[in-house]
């Protein structure tokens, strides 16, 4: 009995030491920098990461994301923080399903990766409003981003609710948690030299308030070669292999390598070749480079109305893992490979600095040679149309144009960016469903006289009456036409013009609708001009002005416009021009199915919906709904939403998103050579067709059966067009 409690005491004594130990192992956990790389508990280290954002796809999703990313070769995941997710109103917070960021942080930590966790809180990201929650252009006295007191105590309490909450869940490396990397603000230099001295003041305060929440760990800056100490400045951008960092005891990072572009409505799909995307990176860690993210691993997709202006509901942008989750090749299986090459220099790499060898005319060799004998040699061939062959150690190597290849021990070429081994593969959408049947219920435009509705003199900034609750705001006042006109009996119909700040309109006289007028990305403003068929008496114009998303990059967000802002004039009047801007306007917020919330199974029941032979076709303003199955296996899903023009769609009351398939690609589309500097006009694809066709439906959305599926289309469809496709991967 003695010599068992003796062994008892023992076993508790060993428990109790491993215990302290992996204690005090957690605690003493460090992150620091050299002007070499980042440095993990002593350890240099050359990083690979790659942006996912977890709002873009679902929490079902996570693990497979994360998993393929990791045997992708992938160290960290990095991801913005989406404060308008969090914070939908002022010190209301929403951390559920795919906004549950510490649940995805430590998704992440089990698989064995690092974070970088860029708190912004400005994302930019082709994402409503760059991040920021509406509400905030409305508080008195704000100025965005520069040296203002309500912008930047907003900013701080924000920033430090984050960071306190990674504290509390312990997810920063020096707790033992997964988080080596935070950063704060995002891609602020161009605005700084726009704004001069008080962006400068703010760039430093953001800085300051950062470092000063002591998370144990590293603070980055991109885009920010002011970045003061301790903060990282760091680089984005197709290429960053001439960057250098404000400091030489600061390490050369990369926080975002362009994977491909996002698509907008009304343009064409870009794509990045996987060559060249590996050449951009050899190209960056042959010249120093350390840290590496690919922006987009894995894109996703902008469901409700999360995306930026203009910016589609895919959010795919060409990444290793498409939108629906599955690896697109040969990108994903190229840069895996190329991942192993470079993680096999390591040692060199973090050891010693390039020794640069002319091999040629538009040849050179990078050469890392470390003291305990590590050796690595990156072999460049920058001639976009030539081969080359090079002599290097006495070896010859046969290099593609505009590659580079690795030589871990520098004698062996284990990888050249332009020679592709991963197999590629072809994704299909196929039919899963028979035809949906389809009911319908018509969306009449309001009157002045409706609940809900209120009066103004003059025009309103749609945003600031709606504050972005909805797309929707109806603009309604009179025409008052004396029998005496003379165009009543000379047929000559008076000419309304309207000038919106966008983004798109869609004009109402008496009931009927008189034509619509969109924008884009690059100029959301329009104009209506056309002639109408007014009668004497009282005609009633109603205008609904609808937003596309909001703006997600620039300065002076607090000054941005949407909507019907005027002038608003009507000619050909006896009188000649009658400005209609100033006269008494009324508003109604949304449409009259939003607040019935005809999106839900609840909602849907509370009016009467036709079918058959009275089902709508080709009818402006009009909803659908629809119930169905899910398909068989574990295929990703979508909508082909061929037919339907512009809208909404959401399944069991979730929003997939905008759809718009009504809106054709523009621009140039043509033979893609991987070889030469890449930007977004290159390689494009889909010109001619829908900027977005399909549409993303989560498998974790749907039942068995009775999903209820609803379509609002403003333009007016066909909607036994619609089909469900599964995506596959064909052989």
Same mark, same amino acid.
């Given at each position: 009995?003695?010599?068992?409690?003796?062994?008892?005491?023992?076993?508790?004594?060993?428990?109790?030491?491993?215990?302290?130990?992996?204690?005090?192992?957690?605690?003493?956990?460090?992150?620091?920098?050299?002007?070499?790389?980042?440095?993990?508990?002593?350890?240099?280290?050359?990083?690979?990461?790659? %942006?996912?954002?977890?709002?873009?796809?679902?929490?079902?999703?996570?693990?497979?994301?994360?998993?393929?990313?990791?045997?992708? $070769?992938?160290?960290?995941?990095?991801?913005?923080? &989406?404060?308008?997710?969090?914070?939908?109103?002022?010190?209301?917070?929403?951390?559920?399903?795919?906004?549950?960021?510490?649940?995805?942080?430590?998704?992440?930590?089990?698989?064995?990766?690092?974070?970088?966790? !860029?708190?912004?809180?400005?994302?930019?990201?082709?994402?409503?409003?760059?991040?920021?929650?509406?509400?905030?252009?409305?508080?008195?006295?704000?100025? &965005? !981003?520069?040296?203002?007191?309500?912008?930047? @105590?907003?900013?701080? #309490?924000?920033?430090?609710?984050?960071?306190?909450?990674?504290?509390?869940?312990?997810?920063?490396?020096?707790?033992? $948690?997964?988080?080596?990397?935070?950063?704060?603000?995002?891609?602020?230099?161009?605005?700084?030299?726009?704004? /001069?001295?008080?962006?400068?003041?703010?760039? #430093?305060?953001?800085?300051?308030?950062?470092?000063?929440?002591?998370?144990?760990?590293?603070?980055?800056?991109?885009?920010?070669?002011?970045?003061?100490?301790?903060?990282?400045?760091?680089?984005?951008?197709?290429?960053?292999?001439?960057?250098?960092?404000?400091?030489?005891?600061?390490? #050369?990072?990369?926080?975002?390598?362009?994977?491909?572009?996002?698509?907008?409505?009304?343009?064409?799909?870009?794509? !990045?070749?996987?060559?060249?995307?590996?050449?951009?990176?050899?190209?960056?860690?042959?010249? /120093?480079?350390? &840290?590496?993210?690919?922006?987009?691993?894995?894109?996703?997709?902008?469901?409700?109305?999360?995306?930026?202006?203009?910016?589609?509901? *895919?959010?795919?942008?060409?990444?290793?893992?498409?939108?629906?989750?599955?690896? !697109?090749?040969?990108?994903?299986?190229?840069?895996?490979?190329?991942?192993?090459?470079?993680?096999?220099?390591?040692?060199?790499?973090?050891? @010693?600095?390039?020794?640069?060898?002319?091999?040629?005319?538009?040849?050179?060799?990078?050469?890392?040679?470390?003291?305990?004998?590590?050796?690595?040699?990156?072999?460049?061939?920058?001639?976009?149309?030539?081969?080359?062959?090079?002599?290097?150690?006495?070896?010859?190597?046969?290099?593609?144009?505009?590659?580079?290849?690795?030589?871990?021990?520098?004698?062996?070429?284990?990888?050249?960016?332009?020679?592709?081994?991963?197999?590629?593969?072809?994704?299909?959408?196929?039919?899963?469903?028979?035809?949906?049947?389809?009911?319908?219920?018509?969306?009449?435009?309001?009157?002045?006289?409706?609940?809900?509705?209120?009066?103004?003199?003059?025009?309103?900034?749609?945003?600031?009456?709606?504050?972005?609750?909805?797309?929707?705001?109806?603009?309604?006042?009179?025409?008052?036409?004396?029998?005496?006109?003379?165009?009543?009996?000379?047929?000559?119909?008076?000419?309304?013009?309207?000038? *919106?700040?966008?983004?798109?309109?869609?004009?109402?006289?008496?009931?009927?609708?008189?034509?619509?007028?969109?924008?884009?990305?690059?100029?959301?403003?329009?104009?209506?001009?056309?002639?109408?068929?007014?009668?004497?008496?009282?005609?009633?114009?109603?205008?609904?002005?609808?937003?596309?998303?909001?703006?997600?990059?620039?300065?002076?967000?607090? #000054?941005?416009?949407?909507?019907?802002?005027?002038?608003?004039?009507?000619?050909?009047?006896?009188?000649?021009?009658?400005?209609?801007?100033?006269?008494?306007?009324?508003?109604? =917020?949304?449409?009259?199915?939003?607040?019935?919330?005809?999106?839900?199974? *609840?909602?849907?029941?509370?009016?009467?919906?036709?079918?058959?032979?009275?089902?709508?076709?080709?009818?402006?303003?009009?909803?659908?709904?629809?119930?169905? %199955?899910?398909?068989?296996?574990?295929?990703?899903? @979508?909508?082909?939403? %061929?037919?339907?023009?512009?809208?909404?769609?959401? =399944?069991?009351?979730?929003?997939?998103?905008?759809?718009?398939?009504?809106?054709?690609?523009?621009?140039?589309?043509?033979?893609?050579?991987?070889?030469?500097?890449?930007?977004?006009?290159?390689?494009?694809?889909?010109?001619?067709?829908?900027?977005?066709?399909?549409?993303?439906?989560?498998?974790?959305?749907?039942?068995? $059966?009775?999903?209820?599926?609803?379509?609002?289309?403003?333009?007016?469809?066909?909607?036994?067009?619609?089909?469900?496709?599964?995506?596959?991967?064909? *052989?």
């Amino acid at each position: 009995m003695l010599r068992n409690n003796n062994m008892l005491r023992v076993g508790s004594i060993f428990i109790l030491c491993l215990f302290v130990s992996s204690w005090i192992c957690s605690v003493m956990a460090t992150v620091s920098y050299d002007r070499k790389a980042i440095i993990v508990n002593g350890k240099r280290k050359i990083l690979i990461s790659g %942006s996912i954002h977890y709002p873009r796809s679902t929490p079902e999703m996570w693990p497979d994301l994360i998993a393929k990313a990791k045997e992708g $070769g992938l160290d960290a995941i990095q991801t913005y923080v &989406f404060w308008n997710g969090h914070e939908p109103s002022p010190g209301k917070y929403y951390f559920e399903d795919r906004y549950d960021l510490v649940k995805f942080i430590k998704l992440v930590q089990q698989a064995g990766l690092y974070v970088h966790l !860029r708190i912004g809180p400005y994302v930019c990201a082709e994402w409503n409003f760059g991040g920021f929650p509406v509400w905030l252009k409305y508080v008195p006295g704000i100025e &965005f !981003r520069t040296d203002n007191e309500p912008f930047k @105590a907003a900013m701080q #309490k924000f920033t430090q609710k984050m960071v306190s909450m990674m504290k509390a869940e312990n997810l920063f490396e020096t707790q033992g $948690g997964p988080i080596i990397l935070s950063q704060i603000e995002n891609e602020f230099g161009p605005v700084e030299w726009e704004i /001069g001295a008080p962006g400068k003041a703010y760039a #430093k305060w953001a800085a300051q308030m950062a470092v000063g929440l002591s998370t144990g760990v590293p603070w980055v800056m991109c885009k920010q070669d002011d970045a003061p100490d301790p903060v990282i400045n760091t680089c984005n951008g197709w290429y960053c292999e001439n960057f250098k960092p404000n400091q030489k005891y600061k390490p #050369k990072m990369w926080t975002e390598n362009w994977t491909g572009w996002y698509t907008e409505f009304g343009g064409a799909t870009p794509n !990045r070749p996987a060559e060249d995307l590996a050449f951009s990176v050899a190209r960056f860690i042959q010249n /120093g480079g350390s &840290f590496v993210n690919y922006y987009m691993y894995h894109g996703g997709t902008n469901f409700g109305r999360t995306a930026g202006g203009f910016i589609a509901t *895919s959010y795919d942008y060409d990444a290793p893992i498409d939108e629906y989750g599955l690896v !697109r090749e040969p990108k994903y299986g190229h840069l895996r490979d190329l991942h192993k090459a470079i993680k096999s220099c390591e040692p060199a790499l973090v050891s @010693a600095d390039p020794t640069v060898k002319s091999l040629g005319n538009s040849q050179e060799a990078h050469v890392f040679k470390s003291k305990s004998g590590a050796c690595a040699a990156f072999l460049a061939n920058y001639d976009t149309k030539s081969p080359a062959k090079v002599t290097f150690g006495n070896k010859q190597y046969d290099l593609p144009p505009w590659s580079i290849s690795v030589l871990p021990d520098c004698k062996t070429a284990v990888f050249n960016t332009a020679r592709v081994g991963a197999q590629s593969s072809q994704k299909k959408m196929i039919p899963v469903n028979s035809a949906f049947s389809w009911q319908s219920y018509s969306e009449d435009s309001p009157s002045a006289d409706d609940d809900g509705t209120f009066a103004n003199q003059g025009l309103w900034e749609q945003i600031n009456v709606t504050r972005d609750t909805t797309d929707y705001l109806w603009y309604m006042t009179d025409v008052n036409i004396s029998p005496n006109e003379a165009f009543l009996k000379s047929g000559q119909d008076p000419q309304l013009t309207i000038w *919106s700040a966008g983004h798109a309109l869609h004009v109402f006289i008496n009931g009927q609708q008189s034509g619509t007028v969109y924008g884009g990305l690059e100029n959301p403003k329009l104009t209506f001009n056309q002639n109408i068929k007014l009668r004497a008496g009282i005609n009633k114009l109603s205008l609904l002005s609808i937003a596309v998303g909001l703006q997600n990059v620039g300065t002076h967000f607090e #000054k941005w416009n949407t909507g019907v802002l005027g002038p608003v004039t009507l000619k050909g009047l006896n009188e000649g021009t009658r400005d209609l801007s100033r006269q008494k306007w009324s508003y109604k =917020i949304g449409l009259k199915g939003e607040a019935l919330n005809l999106h839900t199974v *609840s909602g849907s029941s509370s009016v009467e919906w036709v079918e058959g032979s009275l089902l709508a076709h080709k009818q402006p303003l009009t909803w659908y709904k629809t119930t169905f %199955s899910a398909p068989q296996g574990n295929d990703p899903l @979508a909508l082909d939403m %061929s037919g339907m023009g512009k809208g909404q769609i959401w =399944i069991n009351g979730q929003s997939i998103g905008r759809h718009w398939p009504g809106y054709i690609a523009h621009g140039n589309c043509g033979a893609c050579n991987y070889a030469g500097t890449y930007d977004d006009k290159k390689c494009r694809t889909n010109c001619g067709e829908p900027s977005q066709k399909w549409y993303h439906v989560p498998r974790s959305w749907l039942n068995p $059966g009775g999903n209820l599926m609803v379509v609002f289309e403003e333009w007016g469809g066909n909607p036994t067009g619609i089909s469900l496709v599964k995506r596959t991967t064909a *052989s």
